[in-house]
T-cell receptor, first 112, second 112 residues
Framework: GEEVAQTPKHLVRGEGQKAKLYCAPI?????VFWYQQVLKNEFKFLIS????????ETGMPKERFSAKCLPNSPCSLEIQATKLEDSAVYFC??????????FGPGTRLTVL | EDQVTQSPEALRLQEGESSSLNCSYT??????LFWYRQDPGKGPEFLFT???AGEEKEKERLKATLTKKESFLHITAPKPEDSATYLC?????????????FGTGTLLAVQP
């Protein structure tokens, strides 16, 4: 596709529940990135992939967050045992290199 | 520490009133500087990439410029549809990372 697709658009979870977000990168893009946008425009980098391999995971809270990009499947970001502070908009981006990143529409996660 | 600061936080213009948005950055080395536009409830939309001081890029009413310490996004004769949040991000040079570091954006409102 010509756009990064993210599902679902909205996700509501009770504290302690699991949340799983999906991202389909633009066809032909080998790099995938996940960012968390909290409060007002504060983007926090989480993790990036080159194809199915983790490229940079320095932003990932290791205890509860995990991510995968498997061949022929959408990439996923999973949060085990969600906390109130995980409420945010999660953006996926893709690119053909480590430079320009094209963003999807985001998934709004609300933890109650 | 790598840092991006955008000013002003908010800007209100009359239709046709030209102005500039500022993005100041502090990085150990710059691989690229990016401008994005974000509309409410949507993902950042890519506008420009700048790589070296002196570089300029134009698209319709927007022109981005880069120096060694800052970038400007000039908006000429803006229209109400230019209203959005404009985000600046840098890709630092060096290290095994391809994350973008974002500023907190400038919220632009263009009144008819």
């Amino acid at each position: 596709g010509e756009e990064v697709a993210q599902t679902p658009k909205h996700l509501v979870r009770g504290e302690g529940q699991k949340a799983k977000l999906y991202c389909a990168p633009i066809k032909g893009h080998s790099y995938v990135f996940w960012y968390q946008q909290v409060l007002k425009n504060e983007f926090k980098f989480l993790i990036s992939f080159q194809n199915e391999n983790v490229f940079d995971e320095t932003g990932m809270p290791k205890e509860r967050f995990s991510a995968k990009c498997l061949p022929n499947s959408p990439c996923s970001l999973e949060i085990q045992a969600t906390k109130l502070e995980d409420s945010a908009v999660y953006f996926c981006a893709s690119g053909t290199s480590t430079d320009t990143q094209y963003f999807g529409p985001g998934t709004r996660l609300t933890v109650l | 520490e790598d840092q991006v600061t955008q000013s002003p936080e908010a800007l209100r213009l009359q239709e046709g009133e030209s102005s500039s948005l500022n993005c100041s950055y502090t990085v150990s080395g710059l691989r690229g500087l990016f401008w994005y536009r974000q509309d409410p409830g949507k993902g950042p939309e890519f506008l420009f990439t700048l790589y070296s001081a002196g570089e300029e890029k134009e698209k319709e009413r927007l022109k981005a410029t880069l120096t060694k310490k800052e970038s400007f996004l000039h908006i000429t004769a803006p229209k109400p549809e230019d209203s959005a949040t404009y985000l600046c991000a840098v890709h630092p040079h060096g290290g095994a990372t391809n994350k973008l570091i974002f500023g907190t954006g400038t919220l632009l409102a263009v009144q008819p």
